[in-house]
């Protein structure tokens, strides 16, 4: 089990860039695989991206690619998402989650924790 807490929310305008964080305790964390969701007013949390235990693998949803890139540094125990090109239909709380079985996966159920997420608004 993993405790994770997400940062770098925040507001920005379209166009613009912001990096989120999540910070894990836990000594397994280098064994999980590790995801961004994010979720809209009203709706279940979606699948954003996703990186392999080693980070040799990563996923994306269409609408991000080109634009976002997640990454992760294994000896800080921190994965990252950083967010280029922000449009306004990128406003959404992102959450931060952890797969014990280390692969990269867009399935929110391979996932066994999660933050508490972290207010992403992009002003258009």
């Known amino acids: 089990q993993v405790q994770l807490v997400e940062s770098g929310g925040g507001l920005v305008q379209a166009g613009g860039s912001l990096r989120l964080s999540c910070a894990a305790s836990?000594?397994?964390?280098?064994?999980?695989?590790m995801g961004w969701f994010r979720r809209y007013p009203g709706t279940e949390r979606k699948f954003v991206a996703a990186?392999?235990?080693?980070?040799?693998?990563?996923l994306y949803v269409d609408s991000v690619k080109g634009r976002f890139t997640i990454s992760r540094d294994n000896t800080k125990n921190t994965v990252y998402l950083q967010m280029n090109s922000l449009k306004p239909e990128d406003t959404a709380i992102y959450y931060c989650?952890?797969?014990?079985?280390?692969?990269?996966?867009?399935?929110?159920?391979?996932?066994?924790?999660w933050g508490q997420g972290t207010q992403v608004t992009v002003s258009s």
């Open positions: 989650a952890a797969a014990p079985l280390g692969w990269a996966s867009m399935t929110s159920g391979d996932f066994s924790d």
């Open positions: 836990g000594r397994s964390f280098g064994t999980y695989g």
């Open positions: 990186i392999s235990w080693n980070g040799g693998d990563t």
